[in-house]
Nanobody
Framework: QVQLVESGGGLVQPGGSLRLACAASGSISRINVMGWYRQAPGKQRELVARAISGASPNYADSVKGRFTISREYAKNTVYLQMNSLKPEDTAVYYC???????????????WGQGTQVTVSS
């Protein structure tokens, strides 16, 4: 059983900052990708940022220069530092990870429960 547990969401004023964290736990052999997606009301879920083992991170154009993703490999944890937040960043943010439970098997996607980020004055 694998769990992704997110933390760090909340209410912040425009221009402010928040830091999200997501920790993966369970019987994990290896994690290839950890990332963040978001879904605003009435919109489709979209990629925010991904941290890929051995490669440069990917960012959505809308967050480049404002958000930074990082991984703490020893703790199976991914962070999203969000600066200069805008009202349009308001959404539920979901952690995603591609995890292999045993060696030489496929990577499967896992999702966290989501954490609300609201940017408003």
């Amino acid at each position: 059983q694998v769990q992704l547990v997110e933390s760090g969401g909340g209410l912040v004023q425009p221009g402010g900052s928040l830091r999200l964290a997501c920790a993966a736990s369970g019987s994990i052999s290896r994690i290839n990708v950890m990332g963040w997606y978001r879904q605003a009301p009435g919109k489709q879920r979209e990629l925010v940022a991904r941290a890929i083992s051995g490669a440069s991170p990917n960012y959505a154009d809308s967050v480049k220069g404002r958000f930074t993703i990082s991984r703490e490999y020893a703790k199976n944890t991914v962070y999203l530092q969000m600066n200069s937040l805008k009202p349009e960043d308001t959404a539920v943010y979901y952690c995603n990870a591609e995890i292999r439970l045993r060696a030489y098997t496929n990577y499967d996607p896992y999702w966290g429960q989501g954490t609300q980020v609201t940017v408003s004055s």
